[in-house]
């Protein structure tokens, strides 16, 4: 199995720069961050202070949505969910050269994401998630399969309900990165958890 570029198998999501700071010294090579409910002084203060630590420990970073702020501030790789790409500026993205990384959940989305030329396609929730309500049924790992044959050699990251039981499962139906948060958000040691998902990720790169 072999990481997609850019990407590593393991992808947390954390929610501010304080977990960022708690979780590079444990090894994660990809990140987003997902700031929800932030002034603009405060995205910027924090995706500023991300893209720095995130350059120092060779940690890819992923800003979700902000991607002006990103762009301007020197971040190389930005996602979007479906509502944020209908009101981004991809022509400005482009040329910006910010890579992109886009949520899906339905045949009608992935059809919009594949035409807006993605470095990587999110899928999910794979498995039913508490993070938050969602309106879409669990995809599964035959969905996994169906995308993965539909987009080829993009990227294909699953979200939604992945814990480290069920990572080999999601990698061998053909996920490239597993996106993680409430599994170790949740975790009453956070840095064990995500120091397990590193282990066993790990172990799917050098079984290529």
């Not at 590079?24 to 405060?42: C, F, M, N, W, Y």
């Not at 998630?129 to 399969?145: A, C, D, N, S, Y």
């Not at 996920?175 to 120091?195: G, K, M, N, Q």
């Amino acid at each position: 199995m072999k990481s997609p570029s850019a990407l590593d198998v393991f992808y947390p999501i954390v929610p501010d720069i304080d977990w960022l700071m708690r979780l590079l010294p444990v090894g994660i090579r990809t990140v987003q961050l997902r700031l929800k409910d932030a002034s603009d002084h405060e995205v910027r203060r924090q995706l500023s202070a991300a893209i720095e630590l995130c350059r120092e420990h060779d940690c890819q970073l992923i800003v979700n949505d902000y991607w002006a702020e990103a762009a301007e501030l020197g971040a190389d790789y930005i996602h979007l969910g479906q509502e944020d790409l209908a009101a981004a500026d991809l022509a400005a993205i482009k040329k910006a050269g910010l890579k992109l990384g886009i949520s899906t959940h339905d045949e009608a989305e992935l059809e919009i994401a594949l035409a807006a030329d993605p470095d990587y396609v999110a899928l999910g929730p794979i498995y039913e998630t508490k993070l938050k309500v969602m309106k879409w049924e669990p995809q599964g790992l035959e969905k996994i399969k169906a995308w993965k044959a539909r987009i080829g050699e993009i990227p294909l990251v699953a979200i939604g309900g992945l814990t480290p039981e069920r990572a080999k499962g999601v990698i061998d139906a053909g996920a490239d990165s597993l996106a993680v948060i409430t599994d170790f958000v949740t975790h009453a040691d956070p840095e064990a958890r995500v120091r397990e998902w590193v282990s066993i990720t790990r172990q799917f790169i050098t079984e290529c």
